[in-house]
């Protein structure tokens, strides 16, 4: 099964940017996407992106389209989220997973913390 490390993460001032990579290895037989997930402080996971291995294919979250923009790099197995005009609001871990449904994951890394500062 698929195991994923999260890095890229740090602190910014608001309207600034970042660039987080996935590295995936074991390609997961149940899925041909990628999707990013964030958790702030005393809140739920929620969905950020996706992208699909396969035709790169792309979906966001309402509260990121515009802002964000996810890729893949099939030949290094790595999944970007390029992160511009970053608000305080953007501040959680961020995570990667081989699933676009948080239920249906079975194993979490341990992400990388974005902090936007006002």
């Known amino acids: 099964q698929v195991h994923v490390e999260e890095s890229g993460g740090g602190l910014v001032q608001a309207g600034g940017s970042l660039r987080l990579s996935c590295a995936a290895a074991g390609r997961s037989f149940s899925s041909d996407a990628m999707a990013w997930f964030r958790q702030a402080p005393g809140k739920e996971r929620e969905f950020v992106a996706a992208v699909w291995w396969s035709a790169g294919n792309t979906v966001y979250a309402d509260s990121v389209k515009g802002r964000f923009t996810v890729s893949r790099d099939n030949a290094k197995n790595t999944v970007y989220l390029q992160m511009d005009s970053l608000k305080p609001e953007d501040t959680a871990v961020y995570y990667c997973?081989?699933?676009?449904?948080?239920?249906?994951?079975?194993?979490w890394g341990q992400g990388t913390q974005v902090t936007v500062s006002s």
């Open positions: 997973a081989d699933k676009t449904d948080p239920r249906l994951v079975k194993y």
